[in-house]
């Protein structure tokens, strides 16, 4: 038979399950705009021009790679559905004579059908959006646009190459899955009414096991000392939430939902009569889709809810990080005048006045500390699992930085140890053979600096005066050491953010030409690179975050037209017995509440597990503002919640739609 | 005398097609009375209305003209409110195809009905274990319907269908999926209730069942055509009566 019949039974079945293909046309269309979305931010050339570019061009690569897999995940989770759906009917094809290959052909060109609309629209979509999408995250970013502007078919052959792919890949398992499946059991109807499935002694275990995990896992997360090893374990504790979350809901739930069934006053209430009983059997068969809602919605809070933290705390990060206007450093001693003038002329020729300058001439190098003995050398001392470092500093600067009194005579120190060291009352140390006389000793907790991540262990010696510096840099180049003393230089000044950002440039542009001066950073600065990095933290997150939300929505559209087809035949029993419209309504709206609520509550329970973590991540970030990072969670949570409920009740109406219509 | 519990006066009912063009008239004039007691089979071939009439009077479907008149109450007139309401309170309905929930167990199946008029527990309770012994499904009270067999689920239906007194009893072809030996105890046991003085309407295709009732219809191309009474005959005489019956209408 002539192909051009199997095109138009493949296009006459699609009109037939038109309910099933338009969802499935609109999951097509969302994944091809969103996979085409990152591929053109990932190759637009204008993208150079942000900062950041190697580490943007990175992100973005991941994200493709990443919504090419989820895509490939839940086309096979909606092709499940329909394929569900559709047995029957392949069945009655097979018993009508057709062979596998022909069966192959119609599968194929409703394949091709839905790849090349979804494509088309998709794209059209895309090309739409791009412009959109790419100056919105340079506008996020407070950088320049430089949007390349002109069509590209490079992103577009990736697109279509990918998703040719995850069709192809789709279609044979569909076609195999035919081929293994008898005639007979293809054309057997489902059973629409799913049995009750009892619990029983393992279903108990099942349940507390999975309770077990997530308990664990919330222990573990509230206690990891090693944040970084915590990170690390994301992936691991998805799963683990995923696994336990499922037991908990096809166990647990099920056995609340059992033991409200024994509560005669509850269950024999008309509003909860049918609603309970339902639920029993429901609960337990969309276990699974309902953990993935809580997994996406988990995601989806804590993705989104930190970027949008992270983005919006980008200046009380950039004060966090860099408490002074800015900072210059000059290798050489020497040069301090140099760098010192260059900031004053900066200030002077944007117009503002330096109104705080605090110098630190230091000798910074990395050591090895005996915390028994009070000895620092090279070598000979068993190393820590942080590396430590130490700083020399004068007492005059140490004074006026943290606005102290101490007084030192020839030969004393100030002793300023790491907090996370043991703490011994020295009263003298041995400092690379040179015996200093402790007068002061405090831990870092007491000075503390700005790192909300331990990179090393700190200490500090301060020392009488200069010449008390010299002494004993000379004394360490005796033994080989080859550091020079260093100029830091923080600066304040007048003027409005506008002014400072001037000084910055000017400032920058001078700095460049002292040889010496191998460090400058500065608010302005902090805050143009935070908000460039955060911008993309936070397109990313907000990105993914919808491409989740979308997701859980056709998730719960897919689920209610498949229970509710399942459903209408109930319905209309209902109707029989004398159940009127609005008793039917109330019953499905209660039970699908409590069904589609459950993960919300488990995901809102988890984001407040994770926390803690969070926060941790943020410090990271410099953001430690937690109470608004806090506001910002919980605002976040209100504002996904009342998309669900909108989702929800979307669903719902559908669900009403198809039963109600059916009858 | 008995009250008279059902008055059709001159039913009719046409389908017609979408934008109007063919018309199908299924019930051309039926009208009859049923008074409490009785036991109404309605006979006659496939497409004779048959079941449009017992919808009609279930109130599962409405007339195009005429009126049902059920213990006085005209339900043509209702609203959909009052005809769910009236369906749960004055009806029963035994179903071909049983009709049970699946996530409901027997016993909850049974009880359903009394849920919805807010029964309370201990009443709901006590007519449940009383139908379940009358039907002898005591015992599967505890099971859901996919655990039962046909003739239970039947049983089942029926006694879902008796749980609120219902002042009329309709069945649409209740013996239909059952076997002959169920199907015997099916009507054994509406009998039983009817001898109780259950009112009972029964469209059926089979002539031993509708040997039960003490009164049948018969319809034809949407018109009653005949009427047989059983009057004094026992089953087996009134079942050789409708088989001759039918045999000399279609010779």
């Known amino acids: 038979m002539k192909q051009t019949f199997w095109a138009k039974i493949a296009f006459k079945n699609m009109i037939e399950n038109r309910k099933f293909y338009i969802a499935n046309l609109v999951v097509d269309v969302f994944t091809i705009i969103s996979f085409y979305l990152f591929t053109y931010m990932t190759l637009n050339p204008g993208l150079k021009a942000a900062p950041g570019y190697g580490t943007l061009i990175v992100i973005l690569s991941l994200g493709c790679i990443f919504v090419a897999f989820i895509t490939l995940f839940f086309k096979f989770y909606t092709n499940r559905i329909l394929s569900k759906r559709r047995n029957r009917e392949m069945g009655l094809y097979a018993a009508w004579g057709l062979e596998y290959k022909n069966i192959d052909s119609i599968l194929f060109y409703e394949t091709l059908y839905i790849y090349l609309l979804g494509s088309v629209l998709g794209l059209l979509a895309g090309f739409i959006l791009q412009r959109i999408v790419y100056n919105g995250l340079f506008t996020l970013m407070k950088c320049q646009k430089d949007y390349a502007a002109g069509f590209s078919w490079t992103p577009v052959w990736i697109t279509l190459l990918v998703f040719i792919v995850i069709d192809l890949v789709i279609l044979f398992t569909n076609m195999r899955k035919i081929r293994k499946n008898k005639v007979i059991s293809l054309l057997k109807e489902e059973d629409v009414s799913a049995p009750v499935k009892k619990l029983s002694a393992i279903d108990a275990i099942k349940g507390l096991f999975g309770l077990a995990l997530i308990a664990g896992s919330y222990y573990y997360i509230n206690t990891a000392v090693d944040l970084k090893e915590s990170i690390e374990m994301i992936l691991a504790a998805i799963g683990i939430f995923f696994v336990g979350s499922f037991l908990v809901i096809s166990c647990v739930v099920v056995m609340i939902e059992m033991f409200l069934k024994t509560r005669d006053r509850v269950y024999y209430n008309s509003t909860f009569f049918t609603t309970i009983a339902k639920l029993i059997s429901r609960t337990k068969n969309n276990a699974m889709s309902l953990s993935v809602i809580n997994i996406l919605f988990t995601c989806v809070i804590i993705g989104a809810s930190t970027t949008i933290s992270l983005y919006l705390g980008t200046q009380r990060q950039a004060s966090e990080a860099f408490k002074a206007d800015g900072i210059v450093k000059s290798g050489n001693f020497e040069d301090r005048a140099l760098s010192k003038e260059a900031i004053y002329d900066a200030a002077r020729e944007a117009g503002v006045t330096v109104e705080k300058c605090n110098e630190n001439v230091l000798l910074g190098f990395q050591t090895l500390f005996d915390v028994e003995k009070g000895v620092y050398r090279y070598e000979g001392i068993e190393s820590k699992d942080l590396p430590e470092v130490i700083e020399i500093r004068l007492l005059e600067d140490f004074n006026k930085q943290w606005n102290e009194n101490f007084t030192l005579d020839d030969g004393e120190i100030l002793l300023v140890t790491d907090e996370d060291l043991e703490f011994k009352d020295y009263e003298t140390i041995d400092f690379y053979g040179e015996k200093l006389k402790v007068k002061y000793h405090y831990d870092t907790s007491k000075y503390p600096g700005v790192d909300n991540i331990k990179y090393a262990y700190e200490n500090f010696v301060i020392v009488k005066d200069f010449d008390a510096l010299t002494d004993l840099h000379e004394k360490l180049k005796a033994i080989g050491f080859t550091r020079e003393l260093s100029f830091w230089c923080e600066y304040y000044i007048s003027g409005s953010k506008d002014d400072k950002i001037k000084v910055d440039a000017i400032l920058g542009d001078t700095l460049s030409k002292i040889p010496s001066v191998d460090y400058f950073d500065s608010n302005a600065t902090q805050l143009r690179t935070r908000y460039a990095r955060n911008a993309i933290f936070l397109f990313l997150g907000c990105f993914i975050s919808f491409i989740f939300i979308m997701y859980m929505v056709f998730i719960m559209y897919y689920k209610q037209i498949e229970e509710a087809t399942d459903d209408a035949p109930n319905v209309l029993i209902m109707q029989k017995i004398g159940m009127y419209d609005a008793e039917i309504k109330r019953s499905i709206f209660t039970e699908n509440g409590l069904l589609f609520f459950v993960p919300v509550v488990m995901a809102f329970c988890h984001v407040a597990a994770c926390f803690g973590m969070m926060s941790d991540i943020m410090k990271l970030f410099m953001l430690t503002d937690i109470a608004f990072m806090k506001l910002c969670v919980v605002l976040f949570c209100l504002f996904i919640l009342l998309v669900y409920i909108i989702m929800y009740y979307g669903a719902y109406k559908v669900y009403i739609k198809i039963v109600l219509n059916h009858s | ?251």
Not at chain 2, 21 to 50: H, N, P, R, T, W
Not at chain 2, 52 to 70: H, K, M, Q, R
Not at chain 2, 77 to 84: A, S, W
Not at chain 2, 185 to 197: A, E, P, S, V, Y
């Open chain 2, 1 to 251: 005398m008995s009250e008279k519990m059902l008055e059709l006066k001159n039913l009719r009912k046409t389908y017609m097609a979408k934008k109007g063009a063919v018309q199908y008239e299924a019930l051309k004039g039926i009208s009859f009375d049923a008074f409490e007691g009785d036991f109404i089979a309605i006979m006659g071939e496939s497409g004779s209305g048959k079941t449009t009439t017992l919808n009609i009077i279930a109130s599962l479907d409405t007339a195009t003209e005429g009126n049902v008149i059920i213990g006085g109450t005209d339900i043509s007139q209702m609203g959909n409110k009052e005809i769910c309401r009236f369906r749960r309170e004055k009806l029963g309905f035994v179903f071909q195809d049983f009709n049970l929930l699946n996530y409901f167990s027997v016993k909850d199946n049974i009880a359903f009905p009394m849920v919805l008029l807010n029964k309370s527990k201990k009443e709901i309770d006590e007519r449940v274990s009383e139908l379940a012994e009358k039907t002898s499904i005591t015992k599967l009270l505890n099971k859901y319907p996919y655990e039962i067999s046909g003739g239970e689920k039947q049983r089942t239906a029926v006694a879902r269908a008796l749980v609120c007194r219902p002042a009329l009893l309709l069945a649409d072809e209740p013996t239909g999926a059952l076997d002959s030996k169920n199907s015997d105890q099916l009507m054994d046991l509406f009998k039983t209730f009817n001898d109780l003085g259950q009112t009972i309407i029964m469209v059926t295709h089979s002539i031993k069942s509708a040997s039960k009732a003490k009164k049948v219809l018969f319809l034809k191309d949407g018109v009653i055509g005949a009427t047989l009474e059983k009057e004094n005959a026992d089953d087996e005489e009134f079942e050789n009566e409708i088989a001759n019956f039918l045999y000399s209408i279609r010779k």
